[in-house]
């Protein structure tokens, strides 16, 4: 009954702030312990849903939780408790949200907030509640979009998320969250507009988004899409991307598209040798360009080598002999998992004594690291 399905929100409600001590307290560094509250944190919501609580009993514990809970790591989203909630409960939530917002005072000046970062040593106190104050800002900022999200308001996403318009993440949240409530065709605009904002990262990020909404719903107009984003942010993740898009058009853009990416070579000789796999390409391209990137040169190896083994030797052994250059327990490791490589290919190409000789070499040149001479004797080398 009712009273049976709403003791398991009681008992949460009721539960001390623990877990907030272990999140404060345990090593998160992987994330781990975070992902296991959010798990949490969407069965809650999924709970809600399916077994709805008292609507007072629900906004009382998300104010709670967000705002007196003693923690400031999670925030509850009303579009996920909203079916919970109904209309009713919504705007009893927005009423509660108003509430705390009156208790904030107006933001401060960017000159004030440098001021007061700086009391964190002469006034811990003051600190602490400017920093209190900032974050019950950002959450209420947080809810203002999540609502605006909830009751599917086109115009108060465009308000709530795209603010002045004058940064490309913010045009880009703005087309996910109308994407979020189907309006497509004013969520590929909004991410278009971040794209050509901003040369940054975060322009590429609304270009890529941008891409992903018209391959999903507008795939007649990707690759005009793909080359823009390409042309604007020439890598070997985009040039992939473009890559996939066009299909039987690639041969009539190639050309263009290794031209321009030659100009930054570890893209250039990743794209030749991970998307269109031409080894031989790659191989003769990484030393006209002076390629720097060297687990670039140990796939290239790897791959060239069977092919021409004896062409590869000279460039693992400058690996190996660049790799000592510094005393680390780790590039002894890697100069003993590369002379095993240069072993095998020396084998392969007839000229096995070239890994003998290169072994005399750095038994002699590293005649003072007994560490790496150890790793070398372990080896049987």
Same mark, same amino acid.
């Given at each position: ?198 040369? *940054?990262?975060?322009?590429? &990020? =609304? ?6 909404? +018209?391959? /999903?719903?507008?795939?007649? #107009? ?82 060239? *080598?069977?092919?021409?083994? &004896? =062409? ?6 400058? +690996?190996? /002999?660049?790799?000592?250059? #510094? ?55």
């Amino acid at each position: 009954g009712p009273r049976r399905r709403e003791g398991w929100f009681a008992r949460w409600c009721k539960k001390p702030s623990t877990p907030w001590g272990v999140l404060r307290h345990a090593d998160d560094s992987n994330g781990s312990i975070g992902d296991v509250f959010g798990h949490l944190l969407n069965l809650h919501a999924r709970l809600c849903r399916e077994a709805p609580p008292a609507t007072a009993q629900l906004v009382k514990w998300m104010i709670r939780f967000q705002f007196g809970d003693g923690q400031d790591f999670f925030m509850p989203d009303p579009v996920d408790y909203a079916p919970a909630l109904g209309p009713k409960g919504l705007a009893k939530y927005q009423a509660g949200l108003d509430k705390v917002a009156e208790t904030i005072p107006a933001e401060t000046a960017p000159e004030e907030k440098r001021a007061a970062l700086k009391l964190q040593s002469e006034d811990p106190g003051t600190w602490e509640r400017v920093a209190r104050h900032n974050h019950a800002r950002f959450v209420l900022h947080f809810n203002a979009e999540r609502l605006a999200v909830a009751h599917r308001d086109t115009e108060r996403i465009i308000g709530t998320h795209a603010g002045d318009q004058s940064r490309s993440y913010k045009l880009h949240n703005t087309a996910k969250a109308l994407a979020e409530i189907a309006e497509t065709e004013l969520a590929i605009e909004w991410a278009k507009r971040g794209a050509l904002l901003e040369e *940054g990262h975060q322009g590429e &990020a =609304a270009g890529e988004y941008w891409c992903q909404l +018209l391959h /999903e719903h507008r795939v007649e #107009v990707e690759l005009d899409a793909r080359r823009t984003v390409f042309e604007r942010w020439p890598s070997a993740v985009n040039a992939t991307r473009l890559h996939g898009a066009a299909a039987e058009a690639w041969p009539s853009m190639q050309t263009q598209v290794l031209t321009t990416l030659s100009q930054r070579p570890d893209d250039y000789i990743e794209f030749l040798l991970v998307t269109l796999q031409d080894v031989p390409l790659a191989w003769t391209e990484a030393h006209r360009v002076d390629l720097g990137r060297v687990d670039l040169w140990d796939r290239l190896i790897a791959t060239h *080598g069977v092919h021409d083994p &004896a =062409a590869v030797l000279p460039v693992l052994e400058g +690996l190996i /002999e660049g790799g000592l250059t #510094v005393a680390d327990v780790r590039n002894d490791k890697m100069a003993v998992s590369r002379l095993s490589k240069h072993r095998a290919i020396a084998t392969a190409a007839g000229h096995p004594e070239a890994t003998a000789a290169l072994l005399a070499s750095l038994r002699e040149s590293n005649s003072n690291r007994p560490r790496l001479l150890r790793e070398l004797d372990r080896l049987k080398f």
